[in-house]
């Protein structure tokens, strides 16, 4: 019924610069926050970041002012700008929407998209 679709994954050497999308497609009513998180082999999934529908922006401390989030309500996206990547940053980034759908208007319900691996190597 809900699709996110997440791509701009891939590898880049360290100090380079990642531009994730993630769309959501679908019997969508109403989309209120859209998120990145990420999980790197043998930890627990992390936030990354989160945008509320009007724009408000909430970070893990440890990537402010590496990362910035941003979001497109009109084309149901959500970006996630990513400068001057480490190697510690190297995961599979997931895309999370809360989501209402049009059989179930009046409740929100979290998706989740299939994630995209970022690889951050020389």
């Known amino acids: 019924q809900v699709q996110l679709v997440e791509s701009g994954g891939g590898l880049v050497q360290p100090g380079g610069s990642l531009r994730l999308s993630c769309v959501a497609s679908?019997?969508?009513?109403?989309?209120?926050?859209m998120g990145w998180y990420r999980q790197a082999p043998g930890k627990q999934r992390e936030l990354v970041a989160i945008?509320?529908?009007?724009?408000?922006?909430n970070y893990a401390d440890s990537l402010k002012g590496r990362f910035t989030i941003s979001r497109d309500n009109a084309k149901n996206t959500v970006y996630l700008q990513m400068n001057s990547l480490k190697p510690e940053d190297m995961a599979v980034y997931y895309c999370?929407?809360?989501?209402?759908?049009?059989?179930?208007?009046?409740?929100?319900?979290?998706?989740w998209g299939q994630g995209t691996q970022v690889t951050v190597s020389s």
């Open positions: 999370k929407s809360r989501i209402r759908t049009w059989s179930s208007s009046r409740y929100e319900s979290d998706y």
């Open positions: 679908g019997s969508i009513f109403r989309i209120s926050d």
């Open positions: 945008i509320t529908r009007g724009g408000t922006t």
